[in-house]
């Protein structure tokens, strides 16, 4: 193995021939004595497994294997094994093969499992043997010859001296190590050939003596063992016939050509060329290939295939027998295991011969009889694994898979709810539905006739288990399969609805709250939910989604005695977490979870990045808060120093925006669904938030196309106004959305509170909008002293954000307002803009002068002094109730008093070129505030705002903090 390539190929060679021969012989015809010359071998086991690294191929044959079909992995057809040089069947004889200098012919349905193993490899070299030998009724591995021509001796006799057989062959590593270690990879004729001679050992090998080589293996070594047994698995996996018949007619139309490509086509003189690769091209190659060979190749391989994973079934099911103490060790939770599990699973994920799919089930039988404390109390791992894997074959075409599957899979079920003392058997129907989601989640198409017959197929066994009949495992059963149909037709209306983000996001939200008892569950749906919340752009609902899992994982630790504060140590990050999250039941499956510190950390940091993609980085210092004492528990000082660093970038991104005022957290519309079309949305409001500033034109055209496209083009009508809708008078053939824009609402206390724009759009659940109208009822707008309007104030269920991007309507309140409460709110408004910008740090000069200027101009005054002169004139004021009369009158002089502050902060803004700017804002202001005198009582001018008279240097002057004259005319 350590010489170079030319020498070692013929060095692999002859051990492959040797092998050949002695599967051959006549004379060692017997199972014993075969066991006997084998056991001659035994250092190659200790030599594989020192090279086992370099049987990994780079690129080993990536084929999806099925009945009929198989996928060449970038072209390359030489990961096929090549049975070029067998010679063809020329006068087969039933149940022998034999074996000519010339030809060799053999039917294989018939040949023992050694013969069939080395027939493909070892035929080269057996072609040249000048005496033909003749093998007649060979037995199979459980026979034994009664004659032999060798002097045996039983293995069960040998005593101690087997140990020293196995202890001399072989050092601890079953060979003795070269000082030198090669690294370089084998080229798949001798990777196969190594295999292959492998394979015929351990096919042949007693199992006292297999027990004993085990017996003397390290760990590492056992290991390497079975990732030779993957590589076997993997090496002589059957392709297809399809896959055989490609490769073939590559070989027969470029036989100088076996590259790792496809052949090139001739294109026109002086035109480009390019690969065949059409469906339609290959097809026509393939008419050149002679069927009868070809059919003869795929039935040698599909032989191989099987006699190979019936060699390794055997050999994994010995060491499972035998070795239980190292595979049940921490309840199945340890490397071993696993090794040993994935080369089970490993069967059930790749197509084989339903020959072999019945032993492979059979195993499994066993392993659940042996291994019950692995699969019901270690990790779930092993039995979720082993469910998808099962649910997969029930959904499979053909029958006796199916059967097979349906079967199985009662079995775990029956055995997890003895195992549990005949209480349930949460953890298969926990897995179960989990593997359903997820095979759902990869669009494996399981809501069809076949699985709902394995379905059925199961409750049938359930209901005729006579020793189960008085227990409550036929009911569980029927309520696993119910729930399992339940998730199929949500699946099924999700695929109706693909095409309306809001309404898939509605129908997962669903199942996921159908499932806040399991955390599991819960957890798998609103990661689905992130991730189409992600595809389509609403990064802040894909954030919320990662805070509710981050929670429930906190709840889940809370009841653990671990994170003691649960998921209300969330609120201060949304009010909506305790609502959802605080809904886990203690026997949903608490026990089958594996939920840690490390796993609440790193849903906690992926919570922080979601929100710094949103663009909500106030937000991170709360999750943060959460993080850091973690990382303090654990010294975990490069995790704390990062954490830090991203809270400096944080903050320092929120400085800027407001600084800039560029961000722009979400446009909110009141959407109504009217018409039998919408079925369960008729007649409901919804809150719906859309991306930055999206107008009511395109979220009104953007609803439109998208119904249209369901129902019908002439179908939707949109209602353009925001008035009441009786929906008795709408036409029922056609499909109504009203769509209106809503405004954040707050509550006089929130509007001191809520002083930012980040805080004016985060966890927000009030909105409102107005709708004018007049005293007479005949028109909607008209004087000031008649004009009125009726503001409908919507609360939601749930507040903004949230994991959904529309939030249905919990309550709605009108309120009308008469034509002086309209004054008095018109001006409180302005109030309260002029008030934000002021108190904005650092002060956004250009919005600050356009609030101003929409103040004290007197193209714009004409408002607020048009209010006083309607509502505060001595002759009028008589006919509004008094306490209307001084909110309003009370309303002016804030307004006077905010305007007077507005000015004083302009004035530290402003650069040398807009004194003059300045000094005709103030003659505005104080000609407005004049006029307001003789209307309201009590206004003075703020005397510390600006000088009474003074010259441009002296402005200049106090405006620039140029020491200058302090005397005043």
Same mark, same amino acid.
Request: proline share 4%.
């Given at each position: 193995?350590?010489?170079?390539?030319?020498?070692?190929?013929?060095?692999?060679?002859?051990?492959?021939?040797?092998?050949?021969?002695?599967?051959?012989?006549?004379?060692?015809?017997?199972?014993?004595?075969?066991?006997?010359?084998?056991?001659?071998?035994?250092?190659?086991?200790?030599?594989?497994?020192?090279?086992?690294?370099?049987?990994?191929?780079?690129?080993?044959?990536?084929?999806?294997?099925?009945?009929?079909?198989?996928?060449?992995?970038?072209?390359?057809?030489?990961?096929?094994?090549?049975?070029?040089?067998?010679?063809?069947?020329?006068?087969?004889?039933?149940?022998?093969?034999?074996?000519?200098?010339?030809?060799?012919?053999?039917?294989?349905?018939?040949?023992?499992?050694?013969?069939?193993?080395?027939?493909?490899?070892?035929?080269?070299?057996?072609?040249?043997?000048?005496?033909?030998?003749?093998?007649?009724?060979?037995?199979?591995?459980?026979?034994?010859?009664?004659?032999?021509?060798?002097?045996?001796?039983?293995?069960?006799?040998?005593?101690?001296?087997?140990?020293?057989?196995?202890?001399?062959?072989?050092?601890?590593?079953?060979?003795?190590?070269?000082?030198?270690?090669?690294?370089?990879?084998?080229?798949?004729?001798?990777?196969?050939?190594?295999?292959?001679?492998?394979?015929?050992?351990?096919?042949?090998?007693?199992?006292?003596?297999?027990?004993?080589?085990?017996?003397?293996?390290?760990?590492?070594?056992?290991?390497?063992?079975?990732?030779?047994?993957?590589?076997?698995?993997?090496?002589?996996?059957?392709?297809?016939?399809?896959?055989?018949?490609?490769?073939?007619?590559?070989?027969?139309?470029?036989?100088?050509?076996?590259?790792?490509?496809?052949?090139?086509?001739?294109?026109?003189?002086?035109?480009?060329?390019?690969?065949?690769?059409?469906?339609?091209?290959?097809?026509?190659?393939?008419?050149?290939?002679?069927?009868?060979?070809?059919?003869?190749?795929?039935?040698?391989?599909?032989?191989?295939?099987?006699?190979?994973?019936?060699?390794?079934?055997?050999? /994994?099911?010995?060491?499972?027998?035998?070795?239980?103490?190292?595979?049940?060790?921490?309840?199945?939770?340890?490397?071993?295991?696993?090794?040993?599990?994935?080369?089970?699973?490993?069967?059930?994920?790749?197509?084989?011969?339903?020959?072999?799919?019945?032993?492979?089930?059979?195993?499994?039988?066993?392993?659940?009889?042996?291994?019950?404390?692995?699969?019901?109390?270690?990790?779930?791992?092993?039995?979720?694994?082993?469910?998808?894997?099962?649910?997969?074959?029930?959904?499979?075409?053909?029958?006796?898979?199916?059967?097979?599957?349906?079967?199985?899979?009662?079995?775990?079920?029956?055995?997890?709810?003895?195992?549990?003392?005949?209480?349930?058997?949460?953890?298969?129907?926990?897995?179960?539905?989990?593997?359903?989601?997820?095979?759902?989640?990869?669009?494996?198409?399981?809501?069809?006739?076949?699985?709902?017959?394995?379905?059925?197929?199961?409750?049938?066994?359930?209901?005729?288990?006579?020793?189960?009949?008085?227990?409550?495992?036929?009911?569980?059963?029927?309520?696993?399969?119910?729930?399992?149909?339940?998730?199929?037709?949500?699946?099924?209306?999700?695929?109706?609805?693909?095409?309306?983000?809001?309404?898939?996001?509605?129908?997962?939200?669903?199942?996921?709250?159908?499932?806040?008892?399991?955390?599991?569950?819960?957890?798998?749906?609103?990661?689905?939910?992130?991730?189409?919340?992600?595809?389509?752009?609403?990064?802040?609902?894909?954030?919320?989604?990662?805070?509710?899992?981050?929670?429930?994982?906190?709840?889940?630790?809370?009841?653990?005695?671990?994170?003691?504060?649960?998921?209300?140590?969330?609120?201060?990050?949304?009010?909506?977490?305790?609502?959802?999250?605080?809904?886990?039941?203690?026997?949903?499956?608490?026990?089958?979870?594996?939920?840690?510190?490390?796993?609440?950390?790193?849903?906690?940091?992926?919570?922080?990045?979601?929100?710094?993609?949103?663009?909500?980085?106030?937000?991170?210092?709360? /999750?943060?808060?959460?993080?850091?004492?973690?990382?303090?528990?654990?010294?975990?000082?490069?995790?704390?120093?990062?954490?830090?660093?991203?809270?400096?970038?944080?903050?320092?991104?929120?400085?800027?925006?407001?600084?800039?005022?560029?961000?722009?957290?979400?446009?909110?519309?009141?959407?109504?669904?009217?018409?039998?079309?919408?079925?369960?949305?008729?007649?409901?409001?919804?809150?719906?938030?859309?991306?930055?500033?999206?107008?009511?034109?395109?979220?009104?055209?953007?609803?439109?196309?998208?119904?249209?496209?369901?129902?019908?083009?002439?179908?939707?009508?949109?209602?353009?106004?925001?008035?009441?809708?009786?929906?008795?008078?709408?036409?029922?053939?056609?499909?109504?959305?009203?769509?209106?824009?809503?405004?954040?609402?707050?509550?006089?206390?929130?509007?001191?509170?809520?002083?930012?724009?980040?805080?004016?759009?985060?966890?927000?659940?009030?909105?409102?909008?107005?709708?004018?109208?007049?005293?007479?009822?005949?028109?909607?707008?008209?004087?000031?002293?008649?004009?009125?309007?009726?503001?409908?104030?919507?609360?939601?269920?749930?507040?903004?954000?949230?994991?959904?991007?529309?939030?249905?309507?919990?309550?709605?309140?009108?309120?009308?307002?008469?034509?002086?409460?309209?004054?008095?709110?018109?001006?409180?408004?302005?109030?309260?803009?002029?008030?934000?910008?002021?108190?904005?740090?650092?002060?956004?000069?250009?919005?600050?002068?356009?609030?101003?200027?929409?103040?004290?101009?007197?193209?714009?005054?004409?408002?607020?002094?048009?209010?006083?002169?309607?509502?505060?004139?001595?002759?009028?004021?008589?006919?509004?109730?008094?306490?209307?009369?001084?909110?309003?009158?009370?309303?002016?002089?804030?307004?006077?008093?905010?305007?007077?502050?507005?000015?004083?902060?302009?004035?530290?803004?402003?650069?040398?070129?807009?004194?003059?700017?300045?000094?005709?804002?103030?003659?505005?202001?104080?000609?407005?505030?004049?006029?307001?005198?003789?209307?309201?009582?009590?206004?003075?001018?703020?005397?510390?705002?600006?000088?009474?008279?003074?010259?441009?240097?002296?402005?200049?002057?106090?405006?620039?903090?140029?020491?200058?004259?302090?005397?005043?005319?």
């Amino acid at each position: 193995m350590r010489e170079y390539r030319d020498t070692r190929k013929l060095a692999i060679g002859v051990l492959r021939n040797q092998l050949a021969k002695h599967a051959f012989d006549d004379r060692y015809a017997s199972r014993r004595q075969q066991s006997k010359v084998v056991s001659l071998y035994l250092p190659f086991l200790g030599i594989v497994l020192e090279n086992v690294n370099r049987l990994i191929l780079q690129q080993p044959p990536q084929m999806t294997s099925s009945h009929s079909s198989a996928i060449f992995a970038n072209g390359d057809v030489s990961s096929v094994v090549d049975l070029s040089h067998i010679s063809m069947p020329s006068t087969p004889q039933r149940g022998s093969m034999v074996l000519d200098p010339m030809n060799r012919s053999s039917t294989l349905p018939n040949l023992g499992k050694e013969q069939v193993l080395l027939s493909h490899v070892g035929a080269g070299s057996l072609s040249n043997m000048t005496n033909a030998s003749s093998l007649s009724n060979v037995s199979d591995r459980s026979s034994a010859s009664s004659t032999s021509t060798l002097q045996e001796k039983d293995v069960g006799e040998m005593g101690d001296s087997l140990k020293n057989q196995i202890n001399h062959q072989r050092s601890p590593s079953g060979v003795q190590l070269s000082q030198v270690i090669r690294y370089d990879k084998l080229n798949r004729d001798e990777v196969r050939d190594l295999l292959i001679c492998f394979l015929y050992i351990l096919e042949n090998i007693s199992a006292e003596l297999l027990l004993g080589w085990w017996q003397n293996c390290t760990e590492t070594e056992l290991l390497n063992f079975f990732k030779l047994l993957e590589l076997c698995l993997e090496n002589f996996r059957y392709p297809g016939k399809k896959s055989l018949f490609m490769r073939q007619a590559f070989v027969e139309n470029n036989p100088q050509q076996r590259a790792l490509t496809l052949p090139s086509r001739k294109g026109p003189p002086g035109g480009p060329i390019r690969a065949i690769s059409t469906y339609t091209e290959r097809t026509t190659v393939l008419t050149s290939i002679s069927e009868d060979v070809d059919s003869h190749t795929a039935l040698l391989m599909a032989n191989v295939s099987s006699e190979v994973g019936l060699i390794i079934l055997d050999t /994994v099911t010995l060491f499972t027998s035998n070795f239980k103490a190292q595979l049940q060790l921490n309840n199945g939770d340890n490397t071993l295991m696993y090794r040993l599990y994935d080369i089970h699973l490993h069967y059930l994920q790749t197509g084989q011969s339903e020959t072999l799919t019945r032993h492979v089930f059979a195993t499994f039988r066993c392993f659940i009889n042996s291994y019950p404390e692995a699969l019901f109390e270690g990790s779930a791992q092993l039995c979720g694994s082993l469910i998808y894997e099962v649910l997969r074959s029930c959904n499979s075409k053909l029958q006796n898979s199916r059967a097979d599957a349906c079967a199985l899979l009662y079995l775990l079920m029956r055995s997890n709810f003895e195992y549990t003392g005949r209480k349930n058997f949460t953890r298969v129907h926990l897995q179960t539905i989990i593997s359903v989601s997820q095979l759902l989640g990869e669009e494996v198409p399981l809501n069809n006739a076949r699985f709902q017959e394995s379905l059925s197929n199961i409750n049938n066994y359930a209901n005729h288990d006579k020793a189960q009949q008085l227990t409550p495992f036929p009911g569980e059963v029927k309520d696993l399969t119910k729930r399992i149909r339940t998730v199929l037709m949500a699946t099924a209306q999700m695929k109706e609805h693909e095409s309306d983000p809001e309404m898939l996001v509605d129908l997962q939200y669903s199942l996921a709250n159908s499932y806040a008892s399991t955390p599991e569950l819960r957890r798998t749906w609103l990661e689905n939910m992130a991730r189409i919340h992600c595809k389509n752009g609403n990064l802040s609902e894909a954030a919320q989604c990662y805070v509710h899992v981050a929670a429930l994982v906190a709840e889940y630790l809370k009841r653990k005695e671990i994170f003691l504060d649960g998921c209300s140590a969330f609120r201060s990050i949304s009010p909506n977490i305790e609502l959802d999250e605080s809904n886990m039941k203690e026997d949903a499956g608490m026990d089958d979870i594996q939920y840690t510190e490390d796993t609440l950390l790193e849903k906690l940091e992926m919570c922080a990045y979601g929100l710094d993609q949103a663009e909500r980085w106030e937000m991170m210092g709360q /999750v943060y808060r959460l993080i850091i004492p973690l990382y303090e528990k654990q010294r975990n000082f490069q995790a704390l120093a990062d954490a830090y660093q991203r809270l400096h970038v944080a903050y320092s991104k929120v400085v800027d925006v407001m600084r800039r005022g560029m961000r722009l957290l979400g446009t909110y519309f009141k959407v109504v669904f009217y018409g039998q079309y919408f079925e369960l949305d008729d007649g409901k409001e919804f809150i719906y938030k859309e991306p930055k500033v999206t107008s009511l034109s395109e979220i009104s055209e953007r609803l439109r196309n998208l119904y249209s496209e369901k129902y019908g083009q002439d179908t939707v009508k949109l209602i353009q106004d925001s008035n009441d809708v009786d929906a008795s008078e709408l036409d029922p053939k056609f499909a109504y959305i009203q769509i209106s824009f809503v405004t954040p609402f707050f509550k006089e206390q929130e509007t001191t509170e809520r002083l930012t724009d980040f805080e004016r759009n985060n966890n927000i659940r009030q909105f409102m909008y107005e709708t004018p109208f007049t005293l007479d009822g005949k028109k909607a707008h008209g004087s000031l002293a008649e004009q009125c309007k009726k503001r409908t104030i919507l609360t939601t269920m749930y507040t903004f954000p949230y994991v959904k991007k529309r939030v249905s309507i919990f309550s709605k309140e009108v309120v009308e307002l008469s034509p002086i409460e309209v004054a008095i709110d018109e001006m409180q408004g302005r109030v309260n803009e002029l008030n934000e910008v002021i108190m904005r740090e650092p002060h956004d000069m250009i919005k600050l002068q356009l609030k101003l200027q929409g103040s004290v101009s007197p193209q714009v005054n004409a408002g607020p002094i048009a209010y006083a002169n309607t509502f505060l004139a001595k002759e009028l004021v008589e006919k509004y109730p008094r306490e209307h009369v001084m909110s309003l009158k009370n309303t002016f002089r804030q307004f006077v008093q905010v305007c007077a502050s507005a000015l004083d902060v302009n004035a530290k803004l402003i650069g040398p070129e807009q004194v003059e700017y300045h000094e005709s804002m103030k003659k505005d202001y104080k000609l407005m505030v004049e006029l307001l005198c003789s209307l309201v009582d009590k206004l003075h001018q703020p005397e510390a705002l600006m000088f009474e008279k003074g010259d441009s240097l002296r402005v200049f002057n106090y405006i620039s903090a140029v020491t200058g004259s302090s005397s005043t005319v």
